[in-house]
């Protein structure tokens, strides 16, 4: 063969392979474009998109007024994927003054294999765009150098989130409580009504473009719904005047702590509810364990001469005595073995009911408790709510301590029927005398006002309870027999208020120490209402462990005054006239009162 021949041979072998390449090339053009060119769109659109969480807001609390407690506000997680991050000491050297880290902390969190990260948890949204600021900045620099678009950093992406707020700060701590860093609820309504509180997390997808989310590529898959608002029956300001005024006294006195509760009696609200020593939810270092607890709920104590009240009223409805039954009171009385004594020496007294409720005696609730049954008086403890939850959805209510009869001994009875041998919350023995109040009617306490779901419709609560305790006619009188207690002939003159008539009962209580086992310091209380004659309003304030002074009169009684006062005033309600025939505290003043009565004339035919 010529070698004309043989180069034209190779020119049409390497036509031939043209050819056939080219046929391929357009065989599997016509391939990607017209059958498959659907399925690779859908791959490539897959390795570009993210799906990330879109989380919901919590619910807000509120006053009854609508005052925010507790609310969420925006912000943002910052995210980075690990496997973008080329220089993790560069990348934390630009980004730490940003984002608040030191860089030797910044580095471990940027350096790895995880897709995911999160550096950064709820800070503001201006924060996000700071960072977005710098590095766009940072990255416009280095893409004029050479090889600038390696040196780029890329990789960090955000994601919605919420910052809880408690805007009245330290003012209803203990009640509201705080939610943890997994945005749950920890103490406080915020633990005992999170369910509630915490919302439906959504979902959205995105495009993802050299380690930034691409504008305008979010969409939202499923919507976040946010959780239900709660309404509390607190109203701010009072709340305010009950925290200032517990504040004051457990500092004056050194006391360990104190609260003050008040309530509507006739439907269970709490208007109040204060405690101190307390913290700031909004601060982490101030969340102690001892500080964050609900002591109105919590917290339990011997109540004292505040007990004395179920005493008298058991006794009543049994038909066993009268305001006017007069008593003799000695300053020290044996009882199976044991010797009980009052709380002041003094020479033996004919006292009545009423005087022996006003002086507090111990000697005379022991003998007006000697009235009645054990398993009697423990009916009525139990109808009164002793020795159960109260039923407020407060988290770590307590249902304090009331042995059952069966576990009496010989010394049991005397001491429950002046106030010790068993033991209540703040709550509870609050509820006792809103039970008086409400003519015999205990009404479940309650916090809660109703709920506002996400798409705004309130629903007002209705898990309350009421169950008749006593008659109204004996509720009167023993609202009569409570005024003389803050007279001046009674315990607690310092809880008078001028212009108003006012009942209540004054405690002062060894405190028994589970630690040692041993009575150990005192539980001053005072708990009342007003009006007397038409109780609007209960007050009750217990002081734990004050030191030098420790009488309810003196350091609870001032507190009450305080308090009820504001209440009064800032609800309007007007003031009452004074009570014009006080039940006689003595039997020479009863005999006085009916020797000055008018007498009857008999008109014979």
Excluded: C
Excluded at 86 to 107: F, H, M, N, R, Y
Excluded at 132 to 142: C, F, G, H
Excluded at 178 to 200: K, P, R, Y
Excluded at 320 to 343: A, E, L, Q, R
């Amino acid at each position: 063969m010529s070698h004309n021949q043989l180069v034209h041979k190779r020119i049409l072998v390497i036509a031939t392979v043209g050819s056939i390449f080219l046929s391929v090339v357009a065989l599997r053009l016509v391939q990607v474009q017209a059958v498959e060119a659907d399925s690779i769109s859908k791959r490539a659109s897959n390795e570009l998109m993210r799906t990330s969480t879109l989380l919901a807001p919590r619910g807000i609390i509120t006053d009854v007024n609508g005052v925010e407690l507790a609310r969420s506000v925006a912000a943002v997680n910052v995210v980075v994927d690990q496997t973008m991050i080329l220089d993790p000491q560069k990348t934390a050297e630009i980004t730490s003054p940003v984002l608040g880290i030191p860089v030797d902390k910044l580095v471990p969190m940027l350096t790895g294999s995880l897709r995911y990260r999160i550096i950064a948890k709820n800070v503001r949204p201006a924060v996000w765009i700071d960072l977005q600021s710098v590095l766009t900045s940072y990255n416009t620099e280095v893409m004029k150098t050479k090889g600038g678009l390696a040196q780029r950093i890329v990789g960090f992406f955000s994601e919605r989130g919420y910052i809880r707020e408690y805007p009245t700060g330290k003012l209803s701590a203990s009640l509201v409580g705080f939610i943890n860093d997994a945005g749950a609820g920890a103490s406080g309504v915020e633990s005992s009504l999170n369910t509630t509180l915490t919302g439906i997390n959504g979902e959205y997808i995105y495009s993802n473009g050299a380690g930034t989310i691409i504008p305008g590529s979010a969409t939202v898959r499923t919507e976040a719904k946010a959780g239900t608002s709660v309404q509390l029956t607190i109203d701010r300001d009072i709340q305010w005047v009950a925290q200032d005024a517990i504040s004051k006294a457990v500092k004056k006195s050194g006391a360990r702590s104190g609260t003050v509760i008040v309530m509507d009696p006739k439907t269970g609200a709490i208007l109040a509810q204060a405690s101190a020593p307390t913290f700031d939810p909004n601060i982490r270092k101030t969340r102690t364990l001892e500080a964050i607890r609900t002591p109105a709920v919590q917290d339990v104590y011997e109540p004292g001469s505040t007990g004395k009240v179920i005493t008298a009223a058991a006794a009543l409805e049994e038909g066993d005595i009268t305001p006017t039954t007069v008593w003799t009171i000695p300053y020290s009385m044996k009882v199976n073995g044991t010797v009980f004594k009052d709380h002041e020496k003094h020479a033996t007294e004919r006292l009545t009911t009423a005087g022996v409720l006003a002086v507090s005696s111990n000697t005379g609730a022991i003998q007006i408790g000697e009235k009645m049954s054990n398993s009697t008086l423990y009916s009525y403890l139990t109808k009164f709510g002793i020795g159960q939850s109260t039923g407020s959805h407060l988290p770590g209510e307590s249902a304090g301590i009331l042995r059952p009869v069966s576990d009496w001994s010989g010394t049991t009875a005397p001491t429950v029927a002046f106030g010790q041998g068993y033991s209540v919350t703040a709550l509870q023995a609050t509820s006792v005398y809103a039970t008086i109040a409400n003519d015999g009617v205990r009404v479940t306490p309650t916090v809660v006002a109703g709920t506002t779901d996400s798409s705004g419709h309130f629903s007002t609560a209705t898990f309350q309870k009421s169950e008749r305790v006593i008659s109204a006619a004996n509720a009167q009188k023993i609202r009569l027999m409570l005024e003389s207690v803050v007279s001046d002939n009674g315990t607690a003159p310092a809880a008078a208020i001028p212009g108003y008539r006012v009942a209540g009962k004054t405690g002062t209580a060894m405190r028994y120490s589970d630690l040692t086992h041993k009575y150990s310091g005192y539980t001053a209380s005072f708990i009342g209402f007003a009006p007397a004659d038409a109780p609007k309003y209960v007050v009750s304030v217990v002081i734990q462990d004050p030191k030098g002074l420790h009488w309810g009169g003196a350091l609870g009684g001032p507190v009450f005054k305080t308090v009820m006062s504001f209440v009064l005033q800032s609800k309007h309600i007007p003031p009452t006239e004074p009570l014009k025939s006080p039940i006689p505290l003595t039997e020479a003043s009863l005999k006085k009162q009916a020797a000055l009565a008018p007498k009857k004339v008999v008109v014979t035919p």
